[in-house]
C-alpha cells in the first residue's frame, strides 16, 4: 500500500461516498472504486460494506482509518512547520547560526515524525493481519456451523421418514399427556387424522 491508496481510502471512509472523496482528491470516481478495491484485494480484507448508497466502515476498515487519520495529521503538521519555517528563514537569512540552529530543529521534528510514522505503519500491518486472521477464523465457523445444520436437518428427515412410515403406531408424549406428535400408522390405529390427534390428550 502506497501513500495515495491510503488517502483514497482515508477520503472515502471520511465522508463516506466514492464521489465526496473523487471530488477532495480532484480524481474520478472510477480511480476512487479501483483504489478501493485493490487495497481490500492486497489485504484479502473488506474495509467497507455498503449501506443504501453509503459506505461503512468495517472492523478493519475502523482501524484502519484510525491510523491513517493520525498519519495524515502529522502531515499536515509538518507542513505547517514548514511553512512558518520558511518565513523565519527569509527573516534570519543574514544570520546563519540562527539558521543552522532552525533547521537542525526541523530535522529533529521530521525524525520524529518519521519514526512515529513507522510505528504506526507497523501497527496498522499488525492490526489488519489480525483482523484478516479473525475474518477467515469465523468464515470457517461459519462453515462448519452450515455443514453440521445440513447434517443435521439431514438426520432429523431420515428419523422423520422411519417415524412416519414405521409400521406400528407412534406418539409423542408429553408429562401430561398431550399428544406432541403421531405417525401415520397412529392415526390409522384410532381411526382419526394425524392432524386432529397432535395436541389433544391420550386416554
Known amino acids: 500500500m502506497n ?12 465522508y ?13 470516481q472510477p480511480a476512487v472504486s479501483k483504489g478501493i478495491q485493490r487495497l481490500e484485494e492486497y ?31 502529522v502531515e499536515s503538521q509538518a507542513e ?5 519555517l520558511r518565513g523565519e528563514i527569509n527573516t534570519v537569512i543574514g544570520d546563519k547560526n540562527v539558521l543552522l540552529v532552525r533547521l537542525k530543529e526541523v530535522e529533529d521534528v521530521l525524525r520524529q515524525q518519521h519514526e512515529a ?8 500491518t499488525e492490526l489488519v493481519d ?7 477464523e469465523l468464515e470457517l465457523q461459519a462453515k462448519d456451523l452450515s455443514l453440521a445444520r445440513e447434517t443435521s436437518e439431514q438426520n432429523r428427515q431420515k428419523y422423520q421418514d ?22 401415520r400408522t397412529a392415526g390409522w390405529m384410532l381411526a382419526e387424522d394425524r ?3 397432535i395436541g389433544s390428550h391420550f386416554h
Not at 505547517?80 to 512558518?84: C, K
Open 43 to 73: 489485504y484479502e480484507i473488506k474495509f467497507f460494506n455498503r449501506a443504501g448508497k453509503k459506505l461503512v466502515l468495517t472492523d478493519a476498515g475502523e482501524a484502519l482509518y484510525d491510523m491513517a487519520e493520525k498519519i495524515f495529521g
Open 80 to 84: 505547517e512547520i514548514i511553512r512558518a
Open 130 to 136: 489480525e483482523l484478516r486472521q479473525h475474518q477467515m
Open 16 to 28: 463516506g461516498s466514492l464521489s465526496a472523496a473523487a471530488d477532495a482528491l480532484y480524481i474520478t
Open 195 to 197: 392432524d386432529k390427534l
Open 162 to 183: 422411519l417415524y412416519d412410515y414405521a409400521p406400528v403406531g407412534y406418539l409423542t408424549l408429553d408429562r401430561d399427556g398431550v399428544i406432541l406428535d403421531a405417525n
Open 3 to 14: 501513500i495515495n491508496q491510503l488517502k483514497i481510502f482515508y477520503y472515502t471512509a471520511k
Open 117 to 124: 510514522l513507522e510505528q504506526m505503519y507497523n501497527e496498522r
